[in-house]
């Protein structure tokens, strides 16, 4: 694969495979989005929050507030299409 220039020949087996048949038409796969998923504790963040994961979690449910201004620095994001 040349950067930029994906060849989906090349990518082997899918993860998974969902036929569509009579139940299930395919304009039913459309439309997708992007999801980030900003997850504050995560494995990284939890465990080396002080006081761990469940410290790091209780200190999200109860002080929202102290996350209004968090932002992230996202380097790169690059998508495909037909």
């Known amino acids: ?6 060849n989906p020949l090349n990518w082997g087996k899918p993860e998974a495979y969902f036929t ?10 459309n439309n997708h989005e992007i999801i980030i998923n900003l997850t504050f504790c995560g494995d990284w963040a939890g465990n080396v929050y002080p006081g761990g994961m469940g410290a790091c979690e209780s200190k999200v449910r109860s002080d929202p507030g102290a996350f209004k ?3 992230w620095l996202i380097n790169h994001l690059k998508y495909y299409s037909k």
């Open 1 to 6: 694969m040349q950067l930029g220039n994906p």
């Open 20 to 29: 569509i048949g009579n139940t299930c038409n395919a304009n039913h796969f």
């Open 69 to 71: 201004d968090a932002y």
